[in-house]
């Protein structure tokens, strides 16, 4: 990793790749172009390795100071066209109207041989659309966003990435005062569900359907060749997001704030604010302090993006909705029935995926009689994890390494659980699926430590990183990053990142403005 020093100016900042229009070729009424606002005395805190490849870059171009104020705005390359995008949304269940990229300003598209990358600023200052923010982000909430970003993706969860932090010592205020910095944030595209309802909700329905091609041409072009491309983008995007949760819900990872605004038309995990994983598992827990009423609790994941997705048929229904025909009603009504048959996979993709992952996290053979016949083996188990709040990380991790034949091998384990007998009583079901499909430890255990990750970005990881970097002492963020660039390798010398979380880590709260 680099460090803070960086060198002169003096080299032309040149970039490895060639830009194009993307998003920037739709027109005015998708975006108001701007320029980000300066920040002073930036300085670098980290840039991620493994996103850095993906614009054809190592890591030691942060050393130069051109990369530096390129990334926290202070300087606009003649490769970019920074500009903010203006979507809508229901927040919380409720209609909440214009929204907007409020702090975040998109610098470019790169085209590279990976496909396109949009390269944008979060807390790059006011936009037309901050609604009366500021336009900032803080250190704290870029730390825990470009640290999870780049978790999610080593995990194999679909995500937008992070390339770098740059902080600055400018004051910005949230519950106290703290200070700024900006997260250069990477995904082939930042559309949201909120902006096509954004065009619906306005009754323009040119401008709504020039985004859905742009979305269909773009990114999902075996839609075109169906006899209902628009229809075909709705399904399409529902099982990206049913795909998207079943994995969220594998690895326990709470968004905290799935509003429609915070939906990728793509199946991305997008906008990391309250986020959390599950330490003790509850499967109602809340990792948003702003959520009292526990509506995007783990639980509630899937039924609200399916939820979401009725919003964004709403809508797309414009699209195929015949308005010449002359029974009004009765062409409303056969347009809604087809957005209907395009969000009815959603159920049996998610419930496809969640036992997909489930199985592999258990080490074990799909049976010939389906899904059904695993439910009462992992019913049991949840509600046992529910009901002992039994690490989920840990428990996973730590299953894999127990024997098929006895229980020799169960303390690591069996010592999660305060009920010992409520154990013993699933293991030994368990242990008769897996002697009935004549399990070889070995193979299993490899098989379930290659999905089963020891390392997650555990609330407490994140919080004594940003202390840490609050003093100015970014080593921390640096080596966590590393250590879940990683997070199915056992890496001794990180052994305590993989530790039950310390008593402290229960009294932190993360929040909306997180």
Aim: glycine share 6%.
């Amino acid at each position: 990793m680099p460090d803070n020093q960086t060198d002169t100016p003096s080299q032309p900042f040149i970039v490895p790749f060639a830009t194009e229009p993307g998003f920037a070729a739709l027109g005015a009424q998708f975006y108001t172009r701007l320029r980000p606002t300066p920040l002073p005395s930036p300085y670098l805190v980290d840039i991620a390795p493994a996103a850095a490849a993906l614009l054809g870059w190592d890591t030691d171009v942060a050393t130069r100071q051109e990369f530096i104020e390129t990334f926290v705005g202070n300087a606009v390359p003649d490769w970019a066209d920074p500009l903010a995008s203006v979507y809508s949304g229901h927040q919380f269940g409720v209609w909440a109207g214009q929204l907007g990229d409020g702090r975040a300003i998109r610098l470019a598209q790169a085209s590279t041989p990976a496909g396109p990358w949009e390269i944008q600023l979060k807390g790059a200052g006011l936009t037309p659309y901050s609604r009366m923010a500021d336009g900032r982000a803080v250190l704290r909430s870029s730390i825990r966003e470009y640290l999870c970003s780049e978790a999610m993706a080593a995990l194999g969860v679909p995500t937008t990435r992070a390339l770098s932090i740059v902080g600055s010592d400018a004051p910005v205020r949230r519950e106290t005062i703290e200070t700024s910095a900006v997260v250069t944030r990477l995904s082939p595209t930042f559309i949201r569900f909120g902006h096509f309802e954004h065009f619906a909700a306005h009754d323009d329905v040119a401008s709504l359907r020039q985004l859905a091609d742009f979305v269909i041409d773009n990114f999902m072009p075996a839609c075109r060749e169906t006899p209902q491309p628009y229809l075909a983008l709705l399904r399409e995007a529902s099982l990206r997001t049913a795909d998207l949760v079943a994995h969220w819900q594998a690895v326990g990872f709470c968004h905290g704030v799935m509003n429609t605004d915070n939906m990728s038309i793509l199946g991305l995990t997008i906008d990391y604010g309250p986020f959390g994983f599950l330490d003790a598992f509850d499967a109602n827990h809340i990792c948003n302090h702003s959520d009292t009423q526990g509506r995007y609790a783990y639980s509630q994941q899937p039924q609200v993006a399916f939820w979401n997705l009725h919003c964004l048929a709403q809508a797309l229904l414009p699209l195929w909705l015949d308005r010449n025909a002359t029974d009004s009603e009765a062409a409303r009504e056969a347009a809604v029935a087809s957005a209907r048959e395009a969000l009815d996979p959603f159920r049996d993709r998610y419930a496809s995926e969640f036992f997909r992952h489930y199985r592999g996290k258990l080490g074990l053979h799909a049976p010939a009689g389906g899904d059904k016949e695993d439910e009462p083996l992992l019913t049991g188990l949840f509600q046992l994890l529910h009901e002992q709040r039994v690490d989920y990380t840990l428990f996973w991790r730590n299953l894999a390494r127990i024997s098929s034949a006895d229980g020799s091998q169960d303390a690591p384990v069996r010592d999660l659980f305060l009920d010992r007998a409520a154990w013993d009583a699933w293991a030994a079901g368990y242990r008769t699926r897996l002697q009935a499909e004549q399990s070889d430890d070995a193979s299993r255990r490899a098989a379930m430590l290659a999905v089963n990750p020891k390392y997650v970005l555990r609330n407490h990881l994140a919080e004594t990183a940003i202390r840490a970097a609050r003093e100015k002492d970014f080593s921390e963020v640096q080596r966590l990053l590393a250590v879940l660039s990683r997070p199915f390798d056992e890496q001794p010398e990180a052994e305590s990142y993989a530790a039950l979380p310390p008593d402290w880590a229960s009294g932190l709260e993360v929040s909306c403005s997180s």
